[in-house]
């Protein structure tokens, strides 16, 4: 193991950190050591606590028990605002930014510089562009935020939290949003300011990424510090291991299970928006059964439209979506499920679920009215409680009973209710969105293990995903989407993650396996 | 997901974005638009279209109604929509009549707005601290306010010297300032009738004639409330609060404290524009407010939650209000200008591809103009709806890609964000 650091280096130290809420202990006794001038990474999977630490840290939460040291002094954040003046910056992992409001204003609230009882916007922006200019940050003061891309996002947060003078900067999983080159941007200013002298605290599930960036390594398994470690002592898969106490699931799809006979085709699709503006344009692919067509792209570049499209949630402006064979271009929702379409949607909580109903009356949700769970025009109450613990049996859903609700569940859980859900003997295509966002790894796996027999079994299967790891792997073949048309396909067995990058940016052109469709 | 959703539309955003009007372009068209009402009074003969009596009496209708959309604007700016606003004048009504009977016309004034910041204080307990939802809450106040109205006022001025059941003794105005010499020149300039020239002087007439130094505050409030919300860091902290609480608590900005100043200046903004209402009509008097605080807040939504909007939506009200009272003539000669302002909105929203709307807009101002053309008159009956009509016509159509705060109505928990 490392030396131990002396006691002037250290920037933050942490003792039995304890931390419950209402049913589960979400910190336990944690310790943790990070030295001045260092970037410190603290990984884990979901659910592993290290939000709730980094919460303790920026006051944001009180722990139960457990002291705090920072800079040699304890201390004892009662609000985020005690933090900030001990020096202490976060930069959220949803981004804390007022779209409406300019780069400046966002970035001096709630410090602003005054003149004579007015904001001394001459002053504030002669700051921020200092340290943009040290930091390498390309701050412009006087765009709105909504104008920002992601990355240019997270430079305004860290710029925000460095305006406030502070000398320890928790980056909570900063990379979740960004594409490989914005990853590599990040990390170029990360060592410009460990190079000034500050500390970071970062945080992440992607190991490789803590490999390449990190000094020091902290991980966290089950709300406790399990190892302490640094880069050159550990493989990835050593890491993981030690992050879940077993082998991290892999997302890889086994034999080629494509077979010729076209499921979902989409031809010249097109969505506008209220507003008239083009959101999807020009959208055709086939997916055949047994197949897993992989949609990357950064999100909000129509994604989540197309999957509405497909649904029928969303009026499409032109163009066609036919299901073997049928054309369903004007059906509705219900009677696109009725035919077969499955569909997990991006978020379980607002799409999903009814978060206050029972599992069972969940099960039903979508299904309401063809058996099992209807009979005629009433629900079979009976044969719906007993399908749905089929489900709970067949897909592992950890859960007290049936009539508990579903906000009871955790996240994997939910999510594996709604995989059961959807997988009836009728589907025929399967519309996946960000299917394991969210989840912990053991989830993870068992929805992978459920996606692959759903190929196996034959489905068409439209996987939409911001884990370009997740698609290259589940995916047989792969398309970019950019400002609402696809813009490249790759071979997932071939291409890499930065020429996915590349083509999800629109930077250059998508050279490589795929090349422009 | 919501950070990175509105990333990618950046492109888009950057060319929808309005472009910039020059105070230049604002007189070049406001001259326009004089131009065009003086053709229609040319036309029409109906020279109280832009008469300084006119003008004086839509910039005295306007006040309350800026004043409500005042009192909008800063809830709605800090996160909290307030549609008390009509309860809260009623207040303001009622504290004028008070206090003004008994102690003068700005005790009055000084009594209406602080009840009237009581009402705001309630709906900011309600919403705030109780997380009542907004309209519920509002709703309540505009129930409560009426009915405690008119049980305190039979309480206190049945019995008082000229004060009934459902009115209050009479209320002394507040002094009325004129512009010296600049008015009489203008009037003897509005009499010769002369195409546009006579009209400019009209308007500056009404302006600078006989003006109630409460509309000169109302003035000078419209005018700090901008600096104050934009210029400030006080008003930053309190806009941060109803675009983005949570990121605003993040940085140790107190939410709540924000949110409650801003409804309790709502509320007395929403007062004052009754007490204005009590005064200059010489007394308190039970459903005087008659609707303003609402068409307030409907001026600031469609003056698009900025001062300057909601001003020219409170002065177009108060000209066809103006209008209404000065008789059926005026009226008539209005459904021209409306069938004109119409057809000219059609050409506009054609421009911009909006087709819909555009075609919308053609078929009322060519239905307009057609009545305009087969009648002599309006008929009385609708002659009182009219600035109702007009306002609602003219603002709906313009007025497109409205950007409320993006956490307006919503309710704030300490906490719960990230």
């Known amino acids: 193991m490392r030396r131990p650091p002396e006691q002037a280096d250290i920037a933050i130290a942490l003792h039995g950190i304890t931390k419950r809420f209402p049913g589960v202990v979400a910190n336990s006794d944690v310790d943790l050591t990070i030295r001045r001038g260092t970037v410190h990474a603290i990984v884990g999977e979901n659910g592993a606590g290290k939000s709730t630490l980094m919460k303790i840290?920026?006051?944001?939460?009180?722990?139960?028990?457990?002291?705090?040291?920072?800079?040699?002094?304890?201390?004892?954040?009662?609000?985020?605002?005690?933090?900030?003046?001990?020096?202490?910056?976060?930069?959220?992992?949803?981004?804390?930014?007022?779209?409406?409001?300019?780069?400046?204003?966002?970035?001096?609230?709630?410090?602003?510089?005054?003149?004579?009882?007015?904001?001394?916007?001459?002053?504030?922006?002669?700051?921020?562009?200092?340290?943009?200019?040290?930091?390498?940050?390309?701050?412009?003061?006087?765009?709105?935020?909504?104008?920002?891309?992601?990355?240019?996002?997270?430079?305004?947060?860290?710029?925000?939290?460095?305006?406030?003078?502070?000398?320890?900067?928790?980056?909570?999983?900063?990379?979740?949003?960004?594409?490989?080159?914005?990853?590599?941007?990040?990390?170029?200013?990360?060592?410009?300011?460990?190079?000034?002298?500050?500390?970071?605290?970062?945080?992440?599930?992607?190991?490789?990424?803590?490999?390449?960036?990190?000094?020091?390594?902290?991980?966290?398994?089950?709300?406790?510090?399990?190892?302490?470690?640094?880069?050159?002592?550990?493989?990835?898969?050593?890491?993981?291991?030690?992050?879940?106490?077993?082998?991290?699931?892999?997302?890889?799809?086994?034999?080629?299970?494509?077979?010729?006979?076209?499921?979902?085709?989409?031809?010249?699709?097109?969505?506008?928006?209220?507003?008239?503006?083009?959101?999807?344009?020009?959208?055709?692919?086939?997916?055949?059964?047994?197949?897993?067509?992989?949609?990357?792209?950064?999100?909000?570049?129509?994604?989540?439209?197309?999957?509405?499209?497909?649904?029928?949630?969303?009026?499409?402006?032109?163009?066609?979506?036919?299901?073997?064979?049928?054309?369903?271009?004007?059906?509705?929702?219900?009677?696109?499920?009725?035919?077969?379409?499955?569909?997990?949607?991006?978020?379980?909580?607002?799409?999903?679920?009814?978060?206050?109903?029972?599992?069972?009356?969940?099960?039903?949700?979508?299904?309401?009215?063809?058996?099992?769970?209807?009979?005629?025009?009433?629900?079979?109450?009976?044969?719906?409680?007993?399908?749905?613990?089929?489900?709970?049996?067949?897909?592992?859903?950890?859960?007290?009973?049936?009539?508990?609700?579903?906000?009871?569940?955790?996240?994997?859980?939910?999510?594996?209710?709604?995989?059961?859900?959807?997988?009836?003997?009728?589907?025929?295509?399967?519309?996946?969105?960000?299917?394991?966002?969210?989840?912990?790894?053991?989830?993870?796996?068992?929805?992978?293990?459920?996606?692959?027999?759903?190929?196996?079994?034959?489905?068409?299967?439209?996987?939409?995903?911001?884990?370009?790891?997740?698609?290259?792997?589940?995916?047989?073949?792969?398309?970019?989407?950019?400002?609402?048309?696809?813009?490249?396909?790759?071979?997932?067995?071939?291409?890499?993650?930065?020429?996915?990058?590349?083509?999800?940016?629109?930077?250059?052109?998508?050279?490589?396996?795929?090349?422009?469709? | 997901m919501s950070a990175t959703g509105t990333a990618v539309c950046a492109g888009t955003v950057l060319r929808a974005r309005r472009q910039r009007i020059s105070p230049l372009g604002y007189t070049g068209i406001g001259l326009a638009v004089l131009a065009a009402v003086s053709a229609v009074r040319v036309a029409t003969g109906a020279s109280d279209l832009t008469s300084s009596g006119t003008v004086g009496a839509a910039l005295a209708a306007a006040v309350p109604i800026a004043l409500a959309g005042l009192g909008g604007l800063w809830s709605e700016r800090a996160g909290v929509v307030n549609i008390g606003l009509?309860?809260?004048?009623?207040?303001?009504?009622?504290?004028?009549?008070?206090?003004?009977?008994?102690?003068?016309?700005?005790?009055?004034?000084?009594?209406?707005?602080?009840?009237?910041?009581?009402?705001?204080?309630?709906?900011?307990?309600?919403?705030?601290?109780?997380?009542?939802?907004?309209?519920?809450?509002?709703?309540?106040?505009?129930?409560?306010?009426p009915g405690l109205g008119l049980f305190l006022a039979k309480l206190v001025f049945r019995n008082a010297p000229g004060g009934g059941q459902k009115q209050s003794p009479p209320v002394r105005d507040v002094r009325h300032l004129t512009a010296p010499y600049l008015t009489s020149w203008l009037g003897s300039l509005e009499r010769r009738q002369w195409f546009l020239v006579s009209d400019l002087a009209a308007v500056l007439r009404g302006l600078t004639f006989q003006i109630s130094t409460l509309t000169i505050v109302a003035v000078l409030l419209l005018v700090a409330t901008f600096v104050v919300l934009w210029w400030t860091p006080f008003g930053l902290r309190l806009r941060s609060c109803g675009e983005a609480p949570y990121a605003a608590e993040s940085l140790g900005v107190n939410v709540r404290r924000y949110k409650y100043a801003a409804v309790i200046v709502s509320g007395a903004m929403a007062g004052l524009g009754g007490a204005f209402l009590a005064v200059s009509s010489g007394q308190f008097r039970d459903g005087q407010t008659g609707g303003r605080g609402f068409i307030g807040l409907a001026s600031m939504i469609f003056g698009n939650w900025r001062p300057g909007g909601l001003a020219m939506g409170a002065g177009l009200f108060g000209y066809t209000d103006a209008m209404q009272l000065r008789g059926s003539d005026a009226v008539h000669a209005l459904l021209l200008l409306l069938g004109i302002a119409l057809l000219v909105l059609t050409v506009i929203q054609a421009r911009a591809g909006r087709v819909v709307l555009a075609a919308v807009a053609g078929v009322l101002g060519a239905a307009f103009v057609l009545w305009f053309a087969a009648t002599d008159e309006v008929p009385p009956e609708l002659v009182g709806a009219t600035p109702y009509v007009v306002t609602l016509l003219v603002l709906a159509l313009a007025s497109q890609r409205l950007r409320m705060p993006k956490a307006d109505g919503q309710i704030y928990r300490k906490g719960d964000g990230g």
């Open chain 1, 57 to 517: 840290l920026y006051g944001m939460l009180k722990p139960d028990e457990g002291t705090i040291t920072v800079d040699g002094r304890t201390a004892t954040f009662g609000s985020p605002a005690a933090a900030i003046a001990a020096g202490i910056g976060m930069v959220h992992q949803h981004f804390m930014l007022a779209d409406n409001l300019s780069v400046l204003e966002n970035v001096v609230l709630g410090g602003e510089p005054r003149q004579r009882g007015g904001l001394d916007f001459r002053a504030a922006r002669a700051r921020i562009e200092q340290i943009s200019a040290t930091y390498g940050l390309q701050v412009e003061p006087d765009r709105l935020v909504e104008e920002l891309g992601v990355g240019e996002r997270q430079r305004v947060e860290i710029c925000k939290v460095l305006y406030r003078g502070a000398r320890i900067l928790i980056l909570d999983e900063p990379t979740a949003v960004l594409v490989p080159q914005e990853v590599d941007e990040l990390f170029g200013n990360l060592r410009d300011l460990k190079a000034e002298g500050l500390t970071i605290l970062f945080i992440s599930h992607k190991l490789d990424e803590v490999l390449a960036v990190a000094d020091e390594i902290t991980v966290i398994r089950r709300g406790s510090t399990v190892a302490s470690v640094t880069p050159h002592e550990v493989t990835a898969p050593q890491l993981a291991e030690l992050m879940v106490g077993s082998a991290l699931p892999v997302p890889e799809l086994r034999e080629s299970t494509v077979t010729d006979r076209p499921v979902l085709e989409v031809s010249d699709l097109a969505v506008t928006d209220p507003d008239g503006r083009h959101v999807l344009s020009a959208i055709s692919f086939t997916i055949h059964a047994g197949e897993v067509l992989g949609i990357a792209g950064v999100e909000g570049n129509g994604q989540a439209e197309l999957v509405d499209a497909l649904m029928g949630v969303r009026p499409i402006s032109s163009g066609t979506v036919a299901l073997s064979g049928h054309d369903i271009t004007r059906s509705s929702t219900r009677s696109r499920r009725e035919a077969g379409m499955a569909y997990i949607p991006e978020d379980r909580h607002r799409q999903g679920l009814l978060l206050e109903a029972s599992i069972w009356e969940n099960r039903v949700l979508g299904h309401q009215t063809v058996a099992p769970s209807a009979r005629g025009l009433l629900l079979n109450r009976r044969a719906a409680r007993a399908d749905t613990q089929r489900i709970v049996r067949e897909y592992d859903v950890r859960t007290p009973g049936i009539d508990v609700v579903a906000s009871a569940l955790s996240g994997g859980n939910q999510q594996k209710l709604i995989v059961g859900r959807e997988m009836t003997g009728r589907s025929v295509a399967l519309i996946a969105a960000h299917p394991t966002r969210g989840v912990d790894v053991g989830a993870q796996a068992a929805i992978w293990e459920h996606m692959r027999a759903a190929r196996r079994a034959g489905l068409a299967v439209l996987l939409v995903s911001a884990d370009l790891e997740e698609l290259i792997g589940m995916s047989d073949s792969l398309a970019v989407i950019l400002r609402g048309r696809l813009v490249a396909r790759f071979d997932p067995k071939t291409v890499k993650p930065e020429q996915l990058g590349s083509a999800m940016t629109g930077a250059g052109a998508s050279a490589g396996a795929g090349g422009a469709v």
């Open chain 2, 86 to 145: 009509e309860g809260q004048m009623v207040l303001g009504t009622l504290g004028a009549g008070w206090a003004g009977y008994q102690y003068g016309p700005w005790a009055g004034v000084l009594m209406g707005l602080l009840l009237g910041a009581l009402g705001g204080l309630v709906h900011a307990v309600a919403t705030v601290t109780f997380g009542v939802d907004h309209i519920i809450s509002g709703v309540a106040v505009n129930l409560v306010a």
